[in-house]
């Protein structure tokens, strides 16, 4: 039976990026945005499939395919940093006195 939908595009990282997203992914201090997109391409350089990650991860299959694109275009760096948003940057108040 053929199977439906377009081709998936083979992803892989790069050998010497694995240990650092290995830690990334098991990290409890690291922002979890970056850890999340750390098993993210993890899972998917696995072989799973992009709908399995993104109901695993509980986001939208588009933001799987994103993230891998990311890592192609720029690496590890661009994978697991926080890119910036348009729109007034924001602020925290300090505490009331």
């Known amino acids: 039976i053929p199977m ?3 081709k ?3 992803f892989t990282l790069d050998d010497a990026d694995l240990p650092a997203l290995r830690q990334f ?3 409890r201090t690291l922002p979890f945005a970056a850890v999340q997109r750390a098993r993210i391409a993890l899972a998917v350089a696995d072989g799973q499939g992009i709908q399995d990650v993104a109901m695993l991860h509980q986001c939208d299959p588009a933001t799987v395919w994103r993230l891998c694109r990311r890592y192609e ?3 590890l760096r661009r994978l697991l940093d926080d890119l910036p948003r348009c729109g007034r940057p924001q602020r925290i108040s300090p505490p009331p006195a």
Do not use: I, V
């Open 4 to 6: 439906r939908g377009r």
């Open 73 to 75: 275009q720029g690496g």
């Open 25 to 27: 992914a098991h990290s």
């Open 8 to 10: 998936p595009l083979s």
